[in-house]
């Protein structure tokens, strides 16, 4: 089982550009998860995707999106880059059946020049 | 004021030592509590979970959770330096739905 995987593992982009990241979950989990985090922080949630749906979101602006396809792959999506989006971002997988683990992959260095 | 705090650190300890480490949070509504950890540039990696009030114990590492206090630990007994990394408590009102997390606490154990 490769658990949870993120690519890219690291990305270098100018302010205003775009950015997609990518997000494999765990074999047999249903929900996936995004999360930020600056350096020398916790993560921060950014939203859950469940079904192909955003069913929980935290408190992030629209530039921030994602999308779940049906083989619970995901995608993280941030427009208009500022400096402050320079972080790690993190992707967590767990099944939704069940209150159990959520595993965390790699995570994405994403920095913002 | 943050929904969880905890000390960032670093805490520093000899090899064998017994580490506290500890989060207070404010949400009486979080009922599913977890201690990570994340060594340097990696993801957070789950080390324990703990559903309500009491204690779990997993080989090596104990954790604690006192709701009427709002106040969550996690011990590690006999420190090795291979433990040195952040530890982020996390905790949740349902399940895994929008974990809320500590500002994490950096250990160094020396040899």
């Known amino acids: 089982d490769a658990g949870v995987t993120q690519s890219p593992t690291h990305l270098i982009k100018t302010r205003g550009q775009q950015v997609t990241l990518r997000c494999s979950p765990k074999?047999?989990?249903?929900?996936v998860s995004w999360y930020q985090q600056a350096l020398g922080q916790g993560p921060q949630f950014i939203f859950q995707?469940?079904?192909?749906?955003?069913?929980q979101r935290g408190n992030f602006p629209d530039r921030f999106s994602g999308h779940q396809f049906p083989n619970y792959s995901s995608e993280l999506n941030v427009n208009a880059l500022l400096l402050g989006d320079s972080a790690l971002y993190l992707c967590a997988s767990s099944p939704d059946s069940m209150n159990t683990e959520a595993f965390f992959g790699q995570g994405t260095r994403l920095t913002v020049v | 004021q943050k929904e969880v705090e905890q000390d960032p650190g670093p805490l520093s300890v000899p090899e064998g030592a017994i580490v506290s480490l500890n989060c207070t949070y404010s949400n009486s509504a979080f009922q599913y509590f977890m201690w990570y950890r994340q060594y340097s540039r990696k993801g957070p990696e789950l080390l324990m979970y703990?559903?309500?009030?009491g204690n779990k114990e997993d080989g090596r590492f104990t954790a604690q959770v006192d709701k009427s206090s709002k106040y969550i630990s996690l011990f590690i007994r006999d420190s090795q330096p291979s433990d040195s990394a952040t530890y982020l408590c996390a905790m949740s009102a349902k399940g895994f739905q929008k974990l809320v997390f500590g500002t994490g606490t950096r250990l160094l154990v020396s040899p």
């Open positions: 995707y469940y079904e192909e749906e955003e069913r």
């Open positions: 074999s047999g989990h249903d929900t």
């Open positions: 703990t559903y309500s009030s």
